[in-house]
């Protein structure tokens, strides 16, 4: 039986915003979508059951973090990363590149590829265009990203450039590699994934003439679907927005359109409100486990003294498992005790608050009240 192949079916659109649905062979996702973070192949402080009930359609996993812990190849022989986890719904990885590039000091860029030192031993690696593609091909992922150049920021023109440059021809290694058939390279090992599909990454920095070459670049070399990288790293919030805004809208409207790392609940709404189809970000998890937690009415921290007698939930307008139990007095005792149980109930309820905040998104395109939708909850939590 071959396998589900991936498809994109744009639903509906209000101004710039879309709704539609990703088909992959694990099954289907809804967009806009967020997807929580997974890095060694769970939700920190999560069970799989938790992550599924509140209602995530697909997760990242990190390639970097489990290639090296606990590699590719024993996942691979596993079966493929949905059966090694045991999560059978869509999963999304990353080349590896953004954790390479950012181990500074332990990493040197080459034109074949990032030499990096294991942050766990030292051990020395090459991460390739190609060996990003076989790493995900090992992993099985539903879909997989290409190995692009992480720019730091800031950066100058030339900088930028070059490194764009450098990232549309590693794209075109990687799509080469994509689309060469497996079964003629004995060294690439088991092979797990059927259907899967490859997104290509728009770089550019904070420069418009730079990111409108690179959507040019990376169309050229033909995706199933294109990320704006580089972004959400410093940076101004309008600019990021502007260039969000400006490389969207040179994107094919038919292909999912995934925004890299970001982010805030703001930036989820406003990137919606551009164009933007997919997120990805550590914010509502690793916040949690901090003691920052989103509400309908922005930010709290659950350490605040002030919540020591609070008997209301986290978020009154928030129906998670976390605020229809407990209290903001409780979950704060149980923080300051050192308890886990703060740290599975605070990010159960920050995940709940952003992938409904996804939920409420779709529901005002489909209606196309889109606008009026923004506009309130940026409202509400400008009062808080
Ligand atoms: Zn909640």
Not at 3 to 12: C, G, T
Not at 197 to 204: L, R, T
Not at 319 to 348: F, I, K, Q, V
């Amino acid at each position: 039986m071959s396998p589900v192949s991936f498809a994109f079916s744009l639903r509906a659109t209000d101004g710039h915003a879309r709704l539609g649905q990703v088909q992959t062979a694990h099954g289907t996702f809804d967009t806009p979508a967020f997807m929580p973070v997974g890095t060694q192949g769970t939700v920190k402080a999560l069970l799989h059951r938790d992550v599924e009930s509140v209602g995530a359609g697909i997760i990242l996993g990190n390639t970097y973090h489990l290639m090296l812990r606990p590699g590719d190849a024993l996942i691979g022989r596993h079966g493929g990363l949905h059966r090694f986890i045991g999560w059978s719904h869509p999963i999304l990885t990353d080349s590896g590149g953004y954790q390479v590039f950012s181990l500074a000091s332990r990493r040197r860029i080459r034109e074949d590829g990032a030499e990096f030192q294991s942050h766990i031993d030292g051990s020395t690696h090459l991460l390739t265009p190609e060996r990003a593609v076989d790493i995900q091909a090992r992993l099985g992922s539903d879909i997989a990203m290409v190995l692009d150049e992480c720019l730091a920021y800031p950066a100058t023109h030339d900088a930028a450039a070059s490194s764009m440059q450098r990232s549309a021809r590693w794209a075109r290694r990687c799509r080469d590699r994509f689309l060469a058939d497996a079964t003629v390279d004995e060294n690439r090992g088991p092979v797990t994934n059927p259907g899967q599909a490859q997104f290509g990454i728009i770089q550019g920095g904070l420069f418009p003439d730079l990111r409108a070459e690179s959507v040019d670049r990376t169309r050229e070399v033909g995706f199933e679907g294109y990320a704006i990288g580089g972004l959400s790293v410093g940076e101004p919030i309008d600019e990021m927005y502007a260039t969000v805004e400006a490389t969207a809208g040179r994107l094919p409207p038919e292909q999912p359109r995934y925004l890299m790392g970001a982010g805030s609940p703001e930036d989820l709404v406003e990137c919606v409100a551009r164009g933007i189809d997919m997120f990805d970000c550590v914010m509502p998890t690793r916040n949690a486990r901090n003691g920052q937690l989103f509400t309908s009415e922005g930010r709290l921290n659950i350490r605040n003294a002030r919540y020591a007698e609070d008997e209301r939930p986290l978020d009154p307008r928030c129906d998670c498992y976390t605020c229809t139990r407990h209290s903001r007095a409780y979950l704060r005792h149980l923080y300051m005790a050192g308890e886990t149980s703060a740290l599975t109930l605070n990010t159960l309820h920050n995940l709940s608050f952003y992938l409904d905040t996804m939920r409420r998104i779709r529901d005002a395109i489909a209606l196309r009240t889109f606008e009026i939708f923004r506009q309130e909850f940026l409202r509400l939590r400008s009062v808080s």
